[in-house]
Antibody
């Protein structure tokens, strides 16, 4: 079964750090790009970060750039998000999501087809 | 970054109704547009990719259309399990962005 399981969430004080993880199983993790997406309480989805299979290309949302670092360990089928200088507005459920691509007649298209259940990060004093 | 604007933000409808949700991009994104459904306390689920391609296992009452800047998600005959939040997402750039969502509620 294709599965993503996030872990490492918790409560942290403003200005603090936390690293969350995502364990992949049931597919060849090393061949897929991956994403982190978050959802603040009662709010919509916000894309956070993207990493290609080889870690060659990494992107961040402006809201986390310079504070968060995405990384991966293909040998251990794991994705990570190191979060520093945390703020109250970073409080959210954090999901990891697989980036799938498909060739259609005119172009190659990408979408997030497998999601974990999420891990909750709370930033509060 | 490409900004995505969804409307309406909420919608009340009845079982059996036909509903349409609209998503507009701040620039042309060709058909690099995906739709997701999210139920309370659950992870999002992919419904439509490439604007109009139905993800495997998704009922055919869901259809997507559009290209350029304007897109729609239509549910032809609402079922009880369709009451949820819906989000569009552009994949034109790998600095992905989501719309703010549409909450579909039972009338």
């Amino acid at each position: 079964e294709v599965q993503l399981v996030e872990s490492g969430g918790g409560m942290v004080q403003p200005g603090g750090s936390l690293r969350i993880s995502c364990a992949a199983s049931g597919f060849t993790f090393s061949t897929y790009s991956m994403n982190w997406v978050r959802q603040a309480p009662g709010k919509g989805l916000e894309w956070v970060s993207y990493i290609t299979s080889t870690s060659r290309t990494i992107n961040y949302a402006d809201s986390v750039k310079g504070r968060f670092t995405i990384s991966r360990d293909n040998a251990n089928n794991s994705l990570y998000l190191q979060m520093n200088s945390l703020r109250a507005e970073d409080t959210a459920v954090y999901y990891c999501a697989r980036d799938e691509g498909q060739q259609l007649p005119r172009n190659y298209y990408y979408y997030m087809d497998v999601w974990g259940k999420g891990t909750t990060v709370t930033v509060s004093s | 970054d490409v900004q995505m604007t969804q409307s309406p933000s909420s919608l009340s409808a009845s079982v059996g109704d036909r509903v349409t949700i609209t998503c507009r991009a701040s620039q042309s994104i060709s058909n690099y547009l995906n739709w997701y459904q999210q139920k309370p306390g659950k992870a999002p689920k992919l419904l439509i990719y490439a604007a109009s391609s139905l993800q495997s296992g998704v009922p055919s009452r869901f259809t997507g259309s559009g290209s350029g800047t304007d897109f729609t998600l239509t549910i032809s005959s609402l079922q009880p399990e369709d009451f949820a939040a819906y989000y569009c997402q552009q994949s034109y750039s790998t600095r992905y962005t989501f719309g703010l969502g549409t909450k579909l509620e039972i009338k």
